[in-house]
C-alpha cells in the first residue's frame, strides 16, 4: 500500500519542529550569553526573576525538588502547551517562551545572577551550560513546544489583531507522546540537580 510522501514523514515532523526550535534557541542563548558577560554588569538580574521568588530556603531538600519540578511543570503546561492553543499566522505563540527563556538563561549566565551566585562569571563555554540544571529545563520546554504545535484552537490573521478563525486541533500521536515523556525526564532531572547544586553553593540544606 502506497502512502502520499506528507504522510509518511508525518512522524517525523515533531521531530524537524523540535530541531528548528532548539538551534533558534540556540542562537539567541550564545548571543546573549556572550552580551551579558562582556557588557552588562554582574548581578545585574540576580532576585528579579520569577523563580527567584520560591521559597526554597524554607524547604528540606525533598520539598525543594517538588517545588523546583512543580514550578517547572506549569511553566511548560501553561506557558508553552497552553500558549500553543493560540496560534498568528503559522506561529503556534508556544513557540515564543522558550526562545525567551533560553535568552533570559543567557543573560543569567553572562552575569552571573544565580541565586546564590557562581565563584565568578562564567565566560561562554560548552562545559559550563552541561553543567547546569538549565540546560535539561529549557530543552523540555523545547519539546513541549515542538510536541503540541499542532494543538491550535484559534488562528489570528495579524500580530496586530484582526479575525479569528477557529482551528481543529490535531491530536497527539506517539512521537508527541514520547517527546513529552522525554521533557519530563529532563525536568525532573533538572529538579534534582538544581536542588543539589544549590545545597552545595550554600553549604548544605
Sequence with gaps: MSYPLDERLAPLAPLRTFLQLFASAQGLFWLAWWAGYAW???????????PAALPLERLDTAGRVVA?????VL??????????????????????????????????????????PLPERPAPSLATILARSGFMELTAYVLVAAATAGW????????LGGPVRRL???PLRAPEYTMLAVAGVLLAAAALREVSQWCGASGGC
Excluded at 40 to 50: D, Q
Excluded at 68 to 72: D, I, P, Q, T
Excluded at 76 to 97: E, Q, S
Design 40 to 50: 552588562l554588569p554582574e548581578g545585574v538580574l540576580r532576585g528579579r526573576m520569577l
Design 68 to 72: 523546583v519540578l512543580g514550578w517547572n
Design 75 to 116: 511553566a511548560a503546561a501553561v506557558f508553552v502547551a497552553g500558549a500553543n492553543r493560540l496560534r498568528v499566522r503559522r506561529l503556534p505563540l508556544g513557540f515564543v517562551p522558550p526562545l525567551v527563556y533560553w535568552g533570559l538563561y543567557g543573560q543569567l549566565l553572562g552575569t552571573n545572577s544565580f541565586v546564590p
Design 152 to 159: 491550535s484552537r484559534w488562528c489570528q490573521e495579524s500580530w
Design 168 to 170: 481543529d486541533p490535531r
